[in-house]
Nanobody, 125 residues
Framework: QVQLVESGGGSVQAGGSLRLSCAAS????????MSWFRQGPGKERVRIAA???????VTRASVKDRFTVSKDNAKSTAYLYMNTLKPEDTATYYC???????????????????WGQGSQVTVSD
């Protein structure tokens, strides 16, 4: 049974930083890819970043200058570093993984097979 366990969410003031972690277990192949999504109140879930097993990564243009995705294959853990946070970054953040294919190629939440439990990120003025 594949499980994704997130950690690292919280509340910060604008301009602050947070790091989200997503640890995967139950995969037979450590070369998994992962994506990060976020969903604000009343909004759709959108992909923020993705990283493949070979290290290829993409980041949403609106956060590209502030967010960075990375992955430790040995630990089967992905990270989302979020800097210079803004109130509009307030959302629930989810990591997601797929059984097949490169995560960087799939933006839609419906393309993902496994999800983390979600991490609340709240940014105050």
């Amino acid at each position: 049974q594949v499980q994704l366990v997130e950690s690292g969410g919280g509340s910060v003031q604008a301009g602050g930083s947070l790091r989200l972690s997503c640890a995967a277990s139950g995969y037979t192949d450590s070369r998994i890819c992962m994506s990060w999504f976020r969903q604000g109140p009343g909004k759709e879930r959108v992909r923020i970043a993705a990283i493949d097993s070979d290290g290829a990564a993409v980041t949403r243009a609106s956060v590209k200058d502030r967010f960075t995705v990375s992955k430790d294959n040995a630990k089967s853990t992905a990270y989302l570093y979020m800097n210079t946070l803004k109130p509009e970054d307030t959302a629930t953040y989810y990591c997601a993984a797929r059984n097949l294919g490169a995560c960087t190629a799939y933006m839609s939440a419906s393309a993902y097979d496994y999800w983390g439990q979600g991490s609340q990120v709240t940014v105050s003025d």
